[in-house]
Protein backbone atom coordinates (compact mmCIF):
# COMPACT_ATOMS: atom_id res chain seq x y z
CA UNK A 1 0.00 0.00 0.00
CA UNK A 2 1.45 3.32 -1.23
CA UNK A 3 2.36 6.02 1.03
CA UNK A 4 -0.87 7.97 0.47
CA UNK A 5 -2.76 5.21 0.94
CA UNK A 6 -1.62 4.52 4.18
CA UNK A 7 -2.04 7.97 5.41
CA UNK A 8 -5.92 8.13 4.58
CA UNK A 9 -6.12 4.56 6.72
CA UNK A 10 -4.32 6.15 9.37
CA UNK A 11 -6.95 9.67 9.58
CA UNK A 12 -10.15 7.39 9.37
CA UNK A 13 -8.46 5.11 12.48
CA UNK A 14 -7.75 8.22 14.48
CA UNK A 15 -11.37 10.11 13.67
CA UNK A 16 -12.47 6.45 15.06
CA UNK A 17 -10.33 6.79 18.50
CA UNK A 18 -11.36 10.89 18.34
CA UNK A 19 -7.69 11.48 18.00
CA UNK A 20 -7.74 14.88 17.21
CA UNK A 21 -3.99 15.73 17.66
CA UNK A 22 -2.99 12.73 14.87
CA UNK A 23 -5.62 14.24 12.21
CA UNK A 24 -3.66 17.50 12.44
CA UNK A 25 -0.61 16.34 12.57
CA UNK A 26 -0.92 13.88 9.38
CA UNK A 27 -3.10 16.72 7.36
CA UNK A 28 -1.33 19.95 5.44
CA UNK A 29 -1.23 23.08 6.79
CA UNK A 30 -3.27 24.45 5.04
CA UNK A 31 -5.51 21.53 4.90
CA UNK A 32 -9.13 21.96 4.57
CA UNK A 33 -12.77 19.83 4.36
CA UNK A 34 -15.22 19.78 1.97
CA UNK A 35 -18.57 18.80 3.19
CA UNK A 36 -20.83 21.15 1.20
CA UNK A 37 -22.24 18.44 -0.64
CA UNK A 38 -23.84 16.91 2.73
CA UNK A 39 -27.06 16.36 3.23
CA UNK A 40 -26.85 17.20 7.13
CA UNK A 41 -26.69 20.78 9.56
CA UNK A 42 -22.90 20.06 9.04
CA UNK A 43 -22.68 21.47 5.35
CA UNK A 44 -20.05 23.57 4.40
CA UNK A 45 -16.32 23.98 3.62
CA UNK A 46 -13.85 23.83 6.77
CA UNK A 47 -10.52 25.66 6.13
CA UNK A 48 -7.36 24.79 8.66
CA UNK A 49 -6.94 22.52 11.73
CA UNK A 50 -9.81 24.60 13.39
CA UNK A 51 -12.00 24.24 10.93
CA UNK A 52 -11.67 20.09 10.72
CA UNK A 53 -11.91 20.45 14.95
CA UNK A 54 -15.05 21.88 14.52
CA UNK A 55 -16.49 19.68 12.03
CA UNK A 56 -15.30 16.68 14.31
CA UNK A 57 -16.45 17.62 17.44
CA UNK A 58 -19.99 17.82 15.54
CA UNK A 59 -19.35 14.35 14.88
CA UNK A 60 -18.00 13.38 18.01
CA UNK A 61 -20.75 14.77 19.76
CA UNK A 62 -23.72 13.01 18.14
CA UNK A 63 -22.63 9.53 17.87
CA UNK A 64 -21.27 7.90 21.08
CA UNK A 65 -19.04 5.72 18.88
CA UNK A 66 -18.94 6.01 14.72
CA UNK A 67 -15.66 4.61 12.46
CA UNK A 68 -15.25 4.65 9.09
CA UNK A 69 -13.67 1.49 6.97
CA UNK A 70 -12.37 1.87 3.43
CA UNK A 71 -14.23 -0.82 1.53
CA UNK A 72 -12.09 0.34 -2.33
CA UNK A 73 -9.64 2.92 -3.30
CA UNK A 74 -9.68 4.30 -6.76
CA UNK A 75 -6.97 5.85 -7.48
CA UNK A 76 -6.89 9.15 -10.37
CA UNK A 77 -5.23 11.65 -11.57
CA UNK A 78 -6.69 14.09 -10.04
CA UNK A 79 -6.75 12.47 -6.21
CA UNK A 80 -7.48 8.96 -4.09
CA UNK A 81 -11.25 8.01 -4.27
CA UNK A 82 -12.05 5.96 -1.41
CA UNK A 83 -15.07 4.15 -0.87
CA UNK A 84 -16.23 4.12 2.53
CA UNK A 85 -19.19 2.93 5.01
CA UNK A 86 -19.21 5.21 8.29
CA UNK A 87 -21.15 3.39 10.84
CA UNK A 88 -21.99 4.63 14.21
CA UNK A 89 -24.45 4.98 17.16
CA UNK A 90 -26.01 8.24 18.21
CA UNK A 91 -25.48 9.72 21.27
CA UNK A 92 -28.58 9.53 23.29
CA UNK A 93 -30.85 7.90 20.92
CA UNK A 94 -28.56 4.48 20.84
CA UNK A 95 -29.67 4.45 17.47
CA UNK A 96 -27.46 2.60 14.70
CA UNK A 97 -26.41 4.25 11.90
CA UNK A 98 -24.61 3.12 8.00
CA UNK A 99 -23.72 4.88 5.53
CA UNK A 100 -21.53 4.43 2.30
CA UNK A 101 -20.45 6.94 0.11
CA UNK A 102 -17.00 8.26 -2.28
CA UNK A 103 -14.61 10.58 -0.30
CA UNK A 104 -11.95 12.37 -2.62
CA UNK A 105 -8.64 13.06 -1.00
CA UNK A 106 -5.75 15.26 -2.47
CA UNK A 107 -2.35 15.91 -1.61
CA UNK A 108 0.24 18.43 -1.76
CA UNK A 109 3.83 17.56 -0.02
CA UNK A 110 2.83 13.91 0.57
CA UNK A 111 -0.27 15.02 2.99
CA UNK A 112 -3.65 15.72 2.18
CA UNK A 113 -5.13 19.30 1.33
CA UNK A 114 -8.38 18.60 0.28
CA UNK A 115 -10.95 16.30 1.00
CA UNK A 116 -14.18 16.02 -0.23
CA UNK A 117 -17.47 14.50 0.91
CA UNK A 118 -19.93 12.97 -2.61
CA UNK A 119 -23.12 11.29 -2.44
CA UNK A 120 -22.70 9.58 -5.59
CA UNK A 121 -19.49 7.62 -6.55
CA UNK A 122 -19.86 8.75 -10.32
CA UNK A 123 -19.53 12.45 -8.97
CA UNK A 124 -16.09 11.29 -7.17
CA UNK A 125 -14.21 9.43 -9.71
CA UNK A 126 -15.12 12.22 -12.10
CA UNK A 127 -13.75 14.50 -9.49
CA UNK A 128 -10.84 12.69 -9.62
CA UNK A 129 -10.29 12.78 -13.22
CA UNK A 130 -11.57 9.22 -14.37
CA UNK A 131 -14.98 8.34 -15.97
CA UNK A 132 -16.67 5.24 -15.95
Known sequence: MGQELQTICRIYEAFSRRELDEIAELMHDEAEVDFARSLGPESGVYP???GIERLLT????AF????IEVEEFV???DGIVALVVARGRG???GASVEAR???L????DGKPIR???FQEEAEALEAAGLSE
Open 48 to 50: GVE
Open 58 to 61: LYWE
Open 64 to 67: EDIS
Open 75 to 77: DGP
Open 91 to 93: RGS
Open 101 to 103: GPH
Open 105 to 108: WRFR
Open 115 to 117: FTL
